[in-house]
């Protein structure tokens, strides 16, 4: 397992962007696909991006196409989520998560980190 903790973030208006960061203890995050979930008040945790070992490949949410943009910094053990053009609807805790297998099934993620709070404003 790796240790993940989230940040980034916090209250902002319908149209705004944020991007949330995911620091990576360790020393094999290269060996992970990484991938973001959320979940807002009410709902079950859904599956928002994912990004591939060598970050070659990303998977998104249709939700959230062309919109957020997940990427990796190898040198700094850290997964960002850019989240532009955000709806009231976008509002949920937001986790972290690696996976051993692969980056594309949401099923195989078994490393989650302790969630942090996005709310987005009309």
């Known amino acids: 397992q790796v240790q993940l903790v989230e940040s980034g973030g916090g209250l902002v208006q319908a149209g705004g962007s944020l991007r949330l960061s995911c620091a990576a203890s360790?020393?094999?995050?290269?060996?992970?696909?990484m991938g973001w979930f959320r979940q807002a008040p009410g709902k079950e945790r859904e599956f928002v991006a994912a990004?591939?070992?060598?970050?070659?490949?990303?998977y998104y949410a249709d939700s959230v196409k062309g919109r957020f943009t997940i990427t990796r910094d190898y040198a700094k053990n850290t997964v960002y989520l850019q989240m532009n053009s955000l709806k009231p609807e976008d509002t949920a805790v937001y986790y972290c998560?690696?996976?051993?297998?692969?980056?594309?099934?949401?099923?195989?993620?078994?490393?989650w980190g302790q969630g942090t709070q996005v709310t987005v404003s009309s």
């Open positions: 360790g020393r094999t995050f290269y060996t992970y696909a």
């Open positions: 998560a690696a996976s051993g297998g692969a980056y594309y099934r949401p099923g195989e993620y078994d490393s």
């Open positions: 990004i591939s070992r060598s970050g070659g490949s990303t």
